[in-house]
């Protein structure tokens, strides 16, 4: 993957330094421990196959990152919902290295003025400084983590292919290869897994997309080469191991949508005054804590998006 | 082997499901989300000990192998146990007693509801277990009183259903199982009336209740 030097950035972005040198201290102490923890274990041997991924040097710090501390390496790579690899959180850890992902291209299609292409990955990503975000990253079925991501703002990503006004809409579709991806031989889902996004919302600075986790590449179960990732919504929103971007005009159905539309909106928006029907969004289990914690409106991104939806009612855009 | 000498290895049998959960927290095996995989292992292992102890009887009568009855309190107690553990899970680990969080789930959570009305309805099964009780109650009454197996068992599967995500697969096999082993009760109790209690053919007459009993 071509990794390109980063311009100069603004001070107003930079984290203070204590904050970044403490975050970055707390990641070594904590990687060593939990390296120390998984020796022998059954996790351990599930997947070992950390190699494949390239180091990407020289990230840049992002003023949108926590400092809540991130989630162990392990966790963040061996408890997945990747559905096209099978229903249980340790499939994708067990079988996503059947996928092939190089070489990868991406098509970009529909409302824009830009000629639709397939664009190779490297052509994709060459334009764009890789910053590290550690985001917040909140599941429907109410656990959460906090990732490492690094990865440039999709709407960067979006402009260069120059949206027309009829472009309402951002549309994304995930690799669809049952031979590789054995959960998509069964219909667990509708494949290709779809997801989208409102223009706005995608070129909200926030909504990324990630080609790495921890100082490397993202790792196949993660959704490599490359995802989205929108930390303001539920996870299924994020998604993975991309091959398709199109701009449209009507909102598109999404995958979860298709499947239960009443469980499962097109907004999705993290949010723990509005349940889940079955169960209850107000709190959530912080992966690698014992205490519950208070599910924060829009996953803690109040500040940067809450604007995106004045006057919505949020209950039935769910 | 005789059935004294056999019913401490059916039991350590029984405890392997905790055992390999004891085992996997000790090497790390209980994945990134502990208390969820003690959940679902423990409330899976409840739905097995209840159809395990619901298939004795039919597996007796199909069988004639009428040893297997004297396994079946150590099933159902085994079912009560690792339900417990289940609720505990869920009270002590998952929500760490707070109450209100743990009320407003009951109520609102209707596969929560229904998880706990199962639970409740193996309560008192769990205490007329003893042959002392058996006794107190008269067998009439005791076996009345654990028909509630039954409906302990519907609540864990509808429970099941009511709470996946999308695959409904693994809840609808448990359901299948049940419903076979309640459908051969229904086959059974007919079968008692028509053939093994000598009612004359074409008669008009029931079968009194004690004789279908």
Sequence with gaps: MLIKQAPDI??????????????????????????????????????????????????????????????????????NNFYEFGLDKGDPARYAHEMTIDPWSVRVEGEMNRPAADVALDDLLRPHTLEERIYRLRCVEAWSMVVPWIGFPLGDLLKRFEPTSKAKYVRFETLYRPDEMRGQRGRSLDWPYVEGLRLDEAMNPLAIIAVGVYGKTLLNQQGAPLRLVVPWKYGFKSIKSIVKIQFVEDQPRNSWNVAIPNEYGFYSNVNPEVDHPRWSQASERRIGSFFRMRTQMFNGYADQVASLYDGMDLRRYY | MSVRRAKPWVFAFCL?????????????????????????????????????????????????WTVLASFRRMFGL????????????????????????????????????????????LIPLAVTSTTRMI??????????????????????VVHYLWLVKIDIRPPLAYGAV???????????????????????????SRPTTAAAS
Excluded: C
Excluded at chain 2, 42 to 55: C, E, K, Q, S
Excluded at chain 2, 181 to 196: A, C, D, E, P
């Design chain 2, 78 to 121: 085994f079912a009560f146990f690792y339900a417990t553990l289940h609720l505990s899970t869920y009270v002590v680990l998952d929500f760490f007693f707070s109450i209100d969080l743990i009320l407003d789930d009951i109520v609102e959570r209707r596969y929560v509801t229904a998880g706990f009305v199962g639970f409740v309805m």
């Design chain 2, 135 to 156: 006794r107190r109650l008269g067998g009439a009454r005791w076996r009345r009183l654990h028909r509630l197996a039954y409906v302990a068992a519907v609540a864990g």
């Design chain 1, 10 to 79: 603004r001070s107003s972005e930079i984290t203070p330094e204590r904050v970044y040198r403490n975050r970055r201290q707390f990641l070594q102490t904590a990687s060593g421990a939990v390296a120390g923890a998984m020796t022998g274990s059954l996790l351990g041997r599930v997947h070992g196959a950390a190699g494949a991924q390239e180091p990407i040097p020289d990230l840049q710090p992002s003023a949108f990152s926590t400092d809540e501390a991130p989630n162990a390496f392990d966790d963040i790579t061996t408890y």
């Design chain 2, 178 to 204: 049940l419903a076979g082993l309640l459908g051969i009760r229904v086959w059974f109790h007919y079968v008692k009336r028509t053939s093994v209690v000598e009612v004359p053919r074409r008669s008009t």
């Design chain 2, 16 to 64: 392997v499901p905790l055992g390999v959960l004891v085992w996997r927290a000790f090497t790390g095996g209980l994945s990134a989300n502990p208390i969820e995989f003690i959940t679902h292992s423990t409330g899976d292992w409840t739905l097995r000990f209840l159809l395990i102890a619901l298939a004795v009887t039919p597996l007796r009568r199909v069988s004639g």
